[in-house]
Nanobody
Framework: QVQLVESGGGSVQAGGSLRLSCVAS????????MAWFRQAPGKEREGVAD???????VYADSVKGRFTISQDNAKNTVFLQMNSLKPEDTAMYFC??????????????????WGQGTQVTVSS
């Protein structure tokens, strides 16, 4: 059974940083695409960033230059380093997995595996 467990969320002031982690288990981590999505209250879930097995990354325009997605294949873990946080970054952040090498470019409907989420709150 595939399991994704996020951690690292919390409350910070605007301009601060947080680092989210997502540990994957239950399947071969190799050959998968990993992504982060977020959902703010009253809004639809949106893609934040993804990374394929070769390390190619894609970012939403709203986070480019501030967020960095990375992975540690040995630990089956993907990270999201979030810097220069803004109040509009406040959301539940979800880790997701797509079981192929190439990412479907933040097309969330194509990701079959999801974590439970970790809350990020940014105050002004």
């Amino acid at each position: 059974q595939v399991q994704l467990v996020e951690s690292g969320g919390g409350s910070v002031q605007a301009g601060g940083s947080l680092r989210l982690s997502c540990v994957a288990s239950g399947y071969s981590y190799k050959g998968t695409c990993m992504a982060w999505f977020r959902q703010a209250p009253g809004k639809e879930r949106e893609g934040v960033a993804d990374i394929d097995r070769a390390g190619k990354t894609v970012y939403a325009d709203s986070v480019k230059g501030r967020f960095t997605i990375s992975q540690d294949n040995a630990k089956n873990t993907v990270f999201l380093q979030m810097n220069s946080l803004k109040p509009e970054d406040t959301a539940m952040y979800f880790c997701a997995s797509f079981p192929f090498i190439v990412c479907p470019t933040l097309a969330q409907e194509r990701f079959p595996y999801w974590g439970q989420g970790t809350q990020v709150t940014v105050s002004s």
